[in-house]
């Protein structure tokens, strides 16, 4: 009796099997075979499924319709939800003279750390920037220059970070003053080092706003989305 010459694993080739004396006439050679016919496919779907997902992530973020021709910056739909009556409040605007593109308001704290940092990427990016350390003078009500801040600026951006909360926390800033900012549409909230759900527990009525966080992104690519933003 023929015996197999790969008794142990099968024949890994139909000519292997072929010339063998004890399976060339098996015609059920099928079961022989190690190693799947269709890993071919099986990358093809894993690529396929792989470009579906990249394909899904992408259709998440878009241009804004502010954007230029050449921009490559996207943001989320929350994002174009949040800024567009924005952006519209700065076109309407447009025609006013010696805006600053920018109000920054801040916490006292941070005016030499994470305040400072924004102020200079934002002006790194053609930005011009209301900033308390340049052009407020120290002792005045915070609300008071955010308001005149306001009127002299295209947009107002408040950073807000744990020193800001407890500042916010210790002077009680009324909610129907946060409203009549808020009303505007001309403030965008800056999460840095904090979260919306943490603001909301010290002003529901500014933590309803959504803004941009540095948590989701760089304060570079912040600044470069208020600098598209801001641009008339």
């Not at 142990?8 to 099997?17: D, I, K, Q, V």
């Not at 319709?65 to 996207?74: F, H, P």
Request: charged residues 25%; contains cysteine.
């Amino acid at each position: 009796m023929s015996r197999c010459t790969a008794p142990r694993y099968g024949h890994r080739t139909a000519s292997g099997a072929a010339a063998c004396p004890a399976c060339s006439s098996r015609s059920r050679y099928r079961s022989y075979d190690y190693y799947p016919s269709n890993s071919t496919s099986s990358t093809s779907n894993i690529s396929s499924h792989n470009s579906s997902n990249a394909g899904s992530r992408q259709s998440r973020s878009s241009k804004a319709r502010w954007s230029g021709a050449g921009s490559t910056i996207l943001y989320t739909p929350d994002e174009i939800r949040t800024l567009t009556p924005i952006r519209e409040n700065i076109e309407s605007r447009a025609a006013l003279p010696d805006l600053r593109d920018v109000f920054l308001c801040h916490a006292w704290d941070d005016r030499k750390g994470a305040a400072k940092e924004l102020h200079d990427v934002l002006e790194s990016c053609g930005v011009t920037v209301w900033f308390s350390e340049k052009d407020v003078a120290l002792g005045l009500p915070l609300l008071r220059e955010i308001d005149k801040g306001l009127v002299k600026s295209r947009v107002g951006i408040v950073l807000v970070t744990p020193a800001f909360l407890k500042r916010v926390q210790g002077e009680g800033i009324a909610d129907k003053e946060l409203s009549a900012l808020l009303a505007r549409n001309l403030l965008v909230p800056i999460m840095h080092n904090t979260t919306f759900e943490e603001l909301r527990e010290v002003s529901p009525l500014l933590g309803s706003r959504s803004g941009l966080s540095t948590r989701e992104e760089s304060m570079l690519d912040i600044a470069a989305k208020l600098s598209e933003l801001v641009e008339v």
